[in-house]
């Protein structure tokens, strides 16, 4: 486990000499609001200064770039972003105009930084209602990996709810979205830059989990059982806005779904990509509004037939009349034996912060390959436990309401679907989340990532202390035991 020294990226030395040298003739200044780490963020505008001027940086050589890290035309390499049993460094560098106007964008979002908060680690206390729809705002920014840098990659933050609560509680350990090519426009020297092979990246923090674990462990078993989802991997975040790296802490990075995931897992891209959230994602009979079939592909096409024959199909009084007919006519648009797979996977480890519970946090992909929509798991930081919002789903589903959640209830209530349903269930809790393998994998896990988690620093952490850190090991390991008695009393019955 290596963790890289700090790096200055080449362009910003070359800047600061050129401002060195023209010292002899005139004095360098900065006109730039300066915003501390530590410094309170208020609720309003930040007073603006009368002479800010904004600075032209489109002058500068992409230096660091060759074919195997920064172009298009690499394919993406997993071992080199996505290496397992390791815990590699990223730096974001973001001057400090651009890091203010981010932080001053999440207050016009979300209200006054800390406003909840109630302790180091904790979510904070009660957080004020103000969703939004509007993503925040993109910013210019360097990355830097293993000593090279890539260059103005377009980086936000990241999140909904979890976003909005980290925000309030004052908290800036927030998660990151990567855009390597969002500013190429801008940028020409940057037109298609890629990070070894990948266009965007997820940086997620780990909300709500001690063990800093739930994300890449929960996505890997959706992996290992052959379900498409996304590569996972650890790094430390170090962030620089003006005054040198400050250690954000562990993060996981996560391949995004809408970029490398259909593209590597699937033998066409072109299909419709959505990412459905509201109401419509439950598919309950006269939910459907194409504005919550959120489209990630395919945008400007207003062909969303695949999902409203899923609707209708799933919802046909067929279901009850002849079975055999609707489930035909079922498969035929949708991927049954997919979804089976995922919800056995999903229930078995349990994971509350989706379809069951919540109406979001899942994507479907129409496969051009047999015409189907096929189901894609995303977000899993609330894996691994029983859960919020009255837990995770039993096992034989008497908790579900088939008039909320009718993917789960209609299929379940079928004979033919609950037969390959509990065929899954046996399989996971043998294979791909057996006990054995997944204590061992706990210990070597929480073993690798412990020096850098408990090393996070107050105000970007959700750590109250380094115990904390092992408890939620041991809570992972005690639920992984009490899973695999679960399954069994339930097969057994």
Not at 153 to 179: H, T, Y
Not at 267 to 279: E, H, S, T, V
Not at 345 to 367: A, C, E, F, K, P
Not at 445 to 463: D, K, M, N, W
Request: charged fraction near 25%.
């Amino acid at each position: 486990m290596i963790i890289q020294n700090n790096y200055l990226p080449k362009s910003m030395f070359q800047a600061f000499i050129i401002c060195l040298s023209f010292t002899f003739f005139t004095a360098c200044s900065d006109d730039d609001t300066v915003t501390d780490a530590d410094q309170e963020i208020t609720e309003g505008e930040v007073e603006e200064e009368d002479d800010t001027t904004e600075v032209d940086d489109t002058d500068f050589t992409a230096t660091d770039w060759t074919t195997e890290t920064h172009s298009k035309d690499a394919d993406p390499n997993f071992e080199e972003v996505f290496e397992d049993n390791t815990v590699k460094r990223l730096d974001i560098v973001i001057t400090e105009a651009r890091w203010t106007s981010m932080l001053e964008d999440m207050t016009s979002l979300y209200g006054s930084f800390g406003a909840s908060a109630q302790g180091p680690g904790g979510a904070g206390g009660p957080v004020s209602s103000s969703s939004t729809d509007e993503d925040p705002i993109f910013v210019p920014a360097e990355v830097v990996y293993e000593g090279k840098e890539w260059y103005r990659v377009g980086v936000r933050f990241k999140g909904n709810s979890s976003l909005q609560s980290a925000w309030q509680a004052g908290n800036l350990k927030l998660s990151f979205k990567l855009d390597f090519d969002e500013f190429e426009d801008d940028y020409p020297q940057i037109d298609n830059q890629r990070f070894y092979g990948f266009k965007k990246l997820s940086l997620k923090n780990n909300f709500d989990d001690k063990s800093m674990l739930r994300e890449k462990v929960a996505t890997d078993v959706f992996r290992n059982v052959g379900l498409a989802a996304s590569h996972t991997a650890f790094y430390t975040v170090y962030v620089d806005y003006g005054e040198g790296p400050v250690y954000f802490g562990v993060y996981t990075l996560v391949e995004e779904v809408d970029d490398t995931v259909i593209d590597e897992q699937f033998d066409d891209n072109d299909g419709n990509l959505y990412k459905p959230d509201g109401d419509a994602a439950t598919f309950v009979a006269g939910s459907y509004n194409e504005d919550e079939y959120v489209k990630k592909t395919n945008e400007d096409e207003a062909d969303y037939s695949d999902v409203l024959a899923l609707l209708n199909n799933l919802n046909d009084n067929t279901r009850t009349s002849d079975p055999e007919t609707w489930r035909t006519n079922l498969e035929a648009v949708f991927d049954t034996d997919v979804f089976l797979k995922y919800l056995a996977t999903n229930t078995v480890i349990q994971n509350w912060d989706t379809y069951g519970r919540m109406s979001h946090n899942y994507y479907l992909y129409n496969n051009l390959e047999n015409g189907k929509l096929t189901w894609i798991p995303w977000d899993n930081n609330e894996a691994l436990q029983v859960g919020k919002q009255g837990g995770s789903p039993q096992l034989d589903f008497s908790d579900i309401n088939a008039a909320q959640w009718p993917l789960i209830s209609y299929l379940y209530d079928d004979d033919t679907y609950k037969a390959q349903y509990d065929l899954y269930v046996q399989e996971v809790i043998e294979n791909a989340f057996n006990e054995s393998t997944m204590q061992a994998l706990y210990t070597n896990y929480a073993a690798l990532i412990e020096p850098y988690a408990t090393a996070e620093i107050e105000g970007h952490t959700y750590l109250n202390s380094s115990a904390d850190f092992q408890n939620a090991i041991n809570e992972l390991k005690t639920h992984v035991a009490n899973r695999n008695t679960a399954v069994q009393n339930y097969l057994d019955q």
